[in-house]
Structures are given as C-alpha cells and as structure tokens.
C-alpha cells in the first residue's frame, strides 16, 4: 500500500464548478498536510500547509483534513481556466520535514 | 516559483556520460532538498542537505549519483555515467529551516540518448 493515494484523473469540470480533490495516507504519523500546484513544464507551487484537522480557507481555496480518517481534501470554488493543472497532495510526520508525495490529480477546467 | 533557480533546464547526454543538475536556494534558505519525477510518477524524495552536510540521503540511489552543497555557491546533482532510466525531470526545493514548507525550482529535465 502506497503511503500516499491520489487518484490521477484528468478531472474535467466546467468553469465555475466546485472542485473537490482528496488523498488518503496510511501513517497516522503523518502531522503535516500540503496541497501543491503544478503547471506543466513548471516546479510544484505550495498552495496550501496546515498541520492539524478542520478547515483552513485562503480566497478561492479550502483544505480540509480528517485525521481520524486520514483523508485530506482540497476544494476549489468557483473554478477559472487558469486552475487547469496537476494538484499535489503531500504529508509529512514531525521532526525531520521531508514530505511525502501523492502522484497528483490532473484538473481541467474548460470555458 | 520564483527564487529557486535551476540551471539547466533542459540537459542531454549519452549514455555513459556525466550529468550535472545545479540549484540555487531562496535567498536566506539554507536548506536543500533534491526530488525525482517521472511520468506517471508522484515526486520522489532523493536527498537533503543543509550547507556543506548531508542530512538524509535515503531516497538516493546507491551508486553514480551525489550531491554537495558547498559553503559558497549552489547545490550541485551530480549523475556519472547516465543512462536511460535516469531520463526524468529534477526539482530542487528550498526552505529557511528544516521544519518549514519548500519552495520548488522550475526543475530541470534530462535527457539519455
């Protein structure tokens, strides 16, 4: 069992849609959640960092983290063309902080 | 992702060749870190350093690959004698301290002919 699951996609919606995107982890060890962008031919951009459950909300973007489940969430409201790209989860326990990675979800966003 | 530059950002060699993959950290980041993608693949860890140590090289592969961040100048990958499996894209990410987010360089992508 991978550490990290994330469904790959492409998750297609259409402009201003509601985007909801989740991974589960397996290590309840995990204490720190991420959530990355990237574009292609581009470097992963950190959108989101929270460390314990609930919500964190910032404009357009709400992560959600349910430790008891081990699933975190990123939902994207009213969704614009330029969100098209892959989004990242990641998680990472205390201490030493090197993440671990899901392979992302491609979204598409089309007009 | 502006701060964290990598240079080149595309690289070619043969088989047998030498790669050299460069960083440059955010400025007043003194924390590197090194990660592999490839296609169809989430990003995998390969090597952390903190200026002129190795902290965690567990992701890195036993044999042709290094890293060094020297006391001056940027954070250097190096790959002897490449070959096709090691064709992937390269990300270095940045971070002030050990325990905070990083910050990724646009990466750079290599190339095995």
């Known amino acids: 069992q991978k550490e990290v699951e994330q469904d790959p996609g492409p998750l297609s919606v259409p402009e201003g849609a509601i985007v909801s995107l989740n991974c589960t982890y397996s290590?309840?060890?995990?204490?720190?959640f991420m959530w990355y962008r990237q574009y292609s031919r581009k470097g992963p951009e950190l959108l989101m960092y929270?460390?314990?459950?609930g919500n964190k909300e910032d404009g357009r973007f709400t992560a959600q983290v349910d430790k008891s489940s081990k699933y975190i969430s990123l939902f994207i409201r009213d969704s614009q063309p330029s969100d098209s790209a892959t989004y990242l989860c990641?998680?990472?326990?205390?201490?030493?902080?090197?993440?671990?990675f899901g392979r992302g979800t491609s979204l598409i966003v089309h007009p | 992702n502006a701060g964290v530059m990598q240079n080149p950002r595309h690289l070619v060699r043969r088989r047998g060749q030498e790669a050299r993959l460069r960083c440059s950290p955010m400025?007043?980041?003194?924390?590197v870190y090194w990660y592999r993608q490839l296609p169809e693949e989430g990003l995998k860890f390969m090597v952390y350093?903190?200026?002129?140590?190795?902290?965690?090289e567990s992701g890195m592969p036993k044999e042709r690959f290094s890293a060094e961040f020297p006391k001056e100048g940027p954070s250097i990958l190096r790959i002897q004698q490449v070959v096709r499996g090691d064709s992937a894209a390269y990300f270095c990410?940045?971070?002030?301290?050990?325990?905070?987010?990083?910050?990724f360089g646009d990466g750079t992508r290599l190339s095995i002919l």
């Open positions: 990410a940045s971070s002030p301290t050990g325990t905070q987010p990083q910050h």
């Open positions: 290590n309840s060890a995990f204490q720190y």
């Open positions: 929270t460390y314990s459950s």
């Open positions: 990641a998680v990472s326990k205390g201490g030493s902080y090197i993440p671990t």
């Open positions: 400025k007043g980041h003194s924390h």
């Open positions: 350093l903190q200026k002129e140590n190795i902290i965690d």
